[in-house]
T-cell receptor, first 113, second 112 residues
């Protein structure tokens, strides 16, 4: 099976712009989670989608949003980018919403200038 | 509010010796704990896990210990190898919603 695929791998944006990141989960996995990784903060949970519905949400401002499609693919959107949004954004999938293991993609490295 | 904490940002050990990575948590609603390993420019990969009803789980060179009364878990790597050099994240599953909460990570360096 192919792993979790995230596109693009790298992005450079300027403050105030918006960005959309894409994630294709492992075939058969219906749950997709998004995390932000910054130095010193570890992996901060953004949200989780299961069967096109947001199941869990982290403590991020409303500028961060996401959605999931009927084929389980997911997108994450960040509007009005700020310098502090520069980070590695990781997508992870698991078969079920309460599955024990997450399988991660390689991430999208976002730089906001 | 950091519910899962890894207080050591880095750890350096000699090849062949034991590496011990520590993790503390505050939420009693966690029912499953996991360790992930991350190399630069790659996503984290699952290493080993333990259910909250157990106190030890072993897989080859890797052993995870859980002390529920202290809300503490640790990962032991014996013997350590240079290829083990990576960032290690501990994670805990919330039994209410199922989300995985991660710690800040510990960068392990194994020197030949």
């Amino acid at each position: 099976k192919a792993g979790v695929t995230q596109t693009p791998r790298y992005l450079i944006k300027t403050r105030g712009q918006q960005v959309t990141l894409s994630c294709s989960p492992i075939s058969g996995h219906r749950s997709v989670s998004w995390y932000q990784q910054t130095p010193g903060q570890g992996l901060q949970f953004l949200f989780e989608y299961f069967s096109e519905t947001q199941r869990n949400k982290g403590n991020f401002p409303g500028r961060f949003s996401g959605r999931q499609f009927s084929n389980s693919r997911s997108e994450m959107n960040v509007s009005t980018l700020e310098l502090g949004d520069s980070a590695l954004y990781l997508c992870a999938s698991r078969e079920q919403a309460f599955g024990e293991k997450l399988f991660f993609g390689s991430g999208t490295q976002l730089s906001v200038l | 509010d950091q519910q899962v904490k890894q207080n050591s940002p880095s750890l350096s050990v000699q090849e062949g010796r034991i590496s011990i990575l520590n993790c503390d948590y505050t939420n009693s609603m966690f029912d499953y704990f996991l360790w992930y390993k991350k190399y630069p420019a790659e996503g984290p990969t699952f290493l080993i896990s333990i259910s909250s009803i157990k106190d030890k789980n072993e897989d080859g060179r890797f052993t995870v210990f859980l002390n529920k009364s202290a809300k503490h878990l640790s990962l032991h790597i014996v013997p350590s190898q240079p290829g083990d050099s990576a960032v290690y994240f501990c994670a805990a599953r919330d039994n209410q919603g199922g989300k995985l909460i991660f710690g800040q990570g510990t960068e392990l360096s194994v020197k030949p």
